[in-house]
């Protein structure tokens, strides 16, 4: 599948984006008893409203879409609104923290990350897991991620793809800097120990 990038000359004037649970429900046709079974694919669903300055930038958007062609292309899209998330996570732009000497807060265990506003998937994940174990954060922090906030598993263009995922429940982070965190939706696929876990303008 082919990644594409919004066109340079693109407004995104808002973005909705809901998920979508893949989950089946059934009724015995005869106790008339009914119950629900989950299956995988969860995914996320996107509403975007974008603004032209011109009819040639909206000739651009249209041929931007026309490569996409259909569900063969992807591009990359976050929530507009909420490019840096409310915990502490946010590195430098919540409360009062002591950022590390690159300005950020975010170490890859043994040296500074500099200039960068990452953390890493610290054990492997599985397909369809609703946790995951990261690394690499300011230690001791509560509420290092809120509910509702955003994150990037994965590089889109390496190997193993990427994820975009939302905090499910708030977490803390311990002595060494790690937290584990409840997601939506579920994992797509595995990712390994070490993956790069994006904060700042998730997609």
Excluded: C
Aim: net charge neutral; glycine share 12%; proline share 4%.
């Amino acid at each position: 599948m082919l990644i594409h990038d919004f066109p340079a000359m693109t407004k995104i004037g808002e973005s909705k984006i809901r998920p979508v649970a893949s989950t089946r429900g059934f009724v015995s046709p005869f106790t008339r008893q009914g119950g629900f079974s989950r299956l995988q694919g969860d995914r996320w669903i996107a509403d975007v409203t974008v603004t032209h300055a011109s009819f040639a930038n909206a000739d651009t958007f249209a041929a931007f879409l026309a490569m996409l062609d259909g569900r063969t292309g992807a591009v990359l899209l976050g929530d507009s609104t909420r490019k840096v998330p409310k915990g502490a996570a946010a590195g430098g732009h919540v409360g009062a923290l002591t950022d590390f000497t690159d300005g950020t807060q975010f170490t890859d265990g043994t040296q500074f990350t500099d200039g960068s506003d990452f953390a890493q998937v610290a054990a492997v994940t599985a397909r369809d897991d609703d946790t995951i174990h990261l690394k690499g954060l300011v230690a001791s922090q509560t509420g290092v991620l809120k509910p509702g906030d955003w994150f990037q598993i994965g590089d889109p263009f390496g190997a193993q793809g990427s994820q975009l995922v939302m905090a499910g429940q708030a977490s803390n982070s311990d002595s060494s800097g790690e937290t584990r965190v409840t997601i939506r939706p579920r994992l797509r696929r595995a990712f390994p120990a070490g993956t790069i876990v994006r904060f700042r303008d998730a997609k």
